[in-house]
């Protein structure tokens, strides 16, 4: 099997029953496997609500490190509507020119740096530093601060060997705090400042809320956007002809996109808590417990993807739900797209190949289930065109 591989360990359960079931802190949840009841499930969500004990929704859940509810994404209808109409034009400024262009430079100059290294390690010395620069764009905010967020290393709430690391979240937690009586103190132009002048109902944002949206903003778009990177890089070492393909078909670009972030699922699944009794699958499922949106799984169902299991750059139908689904589909998702297209677009125009010269895979435990997710970190040889 070719290291770029990403093996679906969910297979025989989706297909036989429909769920998996995995304990996380005691409080254990369902998984639901099949891209039809992922789909059903986020889209009811006076069923199978986000706004719940703050944390709980995540995988692992974070109730243990934070007290802080996460905002829009640990909102429901119709507050989550209302918060969520002031942020997105704020999150869909990549499609402007202006945004792009710079956010071009970023890549280009990552790119050129490393197709004149010998080796480079390509989690924390590339996608990470990646992400971090263009986090500055979204934020509105010096290109500078990127070296603060490259210094936290690859994940926000994790150190090595501990799944949540509360130390380390109050890292982040007091950074932001920082940022928002900076901006309470001397408005500008940044996200911090936007919201701090914002109404939701009439009302001006609280400095919590504030810090809810940008906890969010901080570490939902972070080992997403550096997993999704990394895969891709993996990818093209190992499939030289598809560089080659983007190279002669830059017209599929975009979908080629859609395919990786399907393919890879840079975030395995988002949970949510039961307002009552229900089921799935014929699976009698509890109020007040958990269930997860396994997006990773859903994204392999062979009853709507063909040759699920297998990159097709060009693929034409493809409904995938990487980015979520329904009322709570990622705000980032515009930004990440970018990201990704204007990578590919370098790595087509500048690089023709790359080698894996070691690394080692970052593999989630997951009750019954094992999943490579992506890397802890992989060494790789950039040659130039």
């Known amino acids: ?31 639901l496997l099949r891209l039809k009841d992922v789909r059903k499930a986020a889209h009811s969500w006076d ?11 995540v995988i692992p859940s974070e109730v243990a490190i934070r007290n802080i509810r996460q905002i829009p994404f640990e909102l429901d209808p119709p507050l989550h509507g209302d918060f969520r109409a002031i942020l997105e034009p704020w999150f869909k400024r990549p499609l402007e020119s202006e945004y792009e262009q710079k956010l071009t430079k970023q890549i280009n100059d990552i790119v050129d740096a490393v197709l004149v290294k010998d080796a480079i390690e390509v989690v924390a010395d590339f996608s990470l530093c990646l992400q971090s620069n263009a986090l500055t764009l979204l934020l509105n905010i010096p290109f500078e601060e990127a070296q603060t967020w490259i ?40 996200l911090y400042s936007v919201l701090l002048a914002s109404e939701v109902n009439g009302k001006k944002l609280t400095a919590e809320e504030v810090k809810g949206v940008m906890i969010l903003t901080f570490a939902g778009g972070r080992d997403t956007v550096i997993n999704a990177v990394t895969n891709s890089i993996a990818y093209f070492a190992e499939h030289k002809q598809s560089l080659e393909k983007l190279r002669d078909e830059p017209e599929i670009i975009n979908k080629a996109v ?32 958990r269930i997860s949106l396994c997006w990773a799984s859903a994204n392999r169902d062979a009853t709507t993807f063909e040759n699920p299991n297998e990159v097709v750059l060009d693929r034409k139908m493809n409904p995938h739900v990487s980015f979520g689904f329904s009322h709570h589909n990622c705000l980032g998702a ?6 990704m297209k204007i990578l590919l677009m370098a790595l087509s125009q500048k690089v023709k190949s790359i080698a894996i010269l070691d690394c080692k895979e970052n593999i989630e435990e997951l009750g019954e289930f094992k999943r490579k997710v992506g890397y802890d970190s992989i060494r790789v040889k950039f040659t130039a065109l």
């Open 1 to 31: 099997m070719k290291k770029s591989s990403l093996p679906d360990p969910f297979q025989d359960a989706r297909i036989s029953k429909g769920y998996g079931e995995m304990d996380d802190q005691n409080d254990p949840v369902t998984m």
């Open 151 to 190: 210094s936290w290393g690859t994940h926000v709430f994790r150190s090595d060997g501990v799944a949540l690391d509360g130390d380390k979240a109050l890292i982040l937690y007091n950074y932001i705090d920082q940022q928002i009586q900076k901006a309470i103190q001397n408005p500008g132009e940044d």
């Open 47 to 57: 069923t199978f609500q986000s706004g719940a004990t703050p944390g709980r929704i």
């Open 258 to 289: 859609e395919e990786l972030i399907r393919y890879f699922a840079p975030l395995t699944q988002m949970g949510r808590v039961v307002t009552k009794d229900t089921a799935v699958c014929e699976h009698a499922i509890k109020a007040d417990s």
């Open 334 to 339: 515009t930004h990440a797209r970018q990201i």
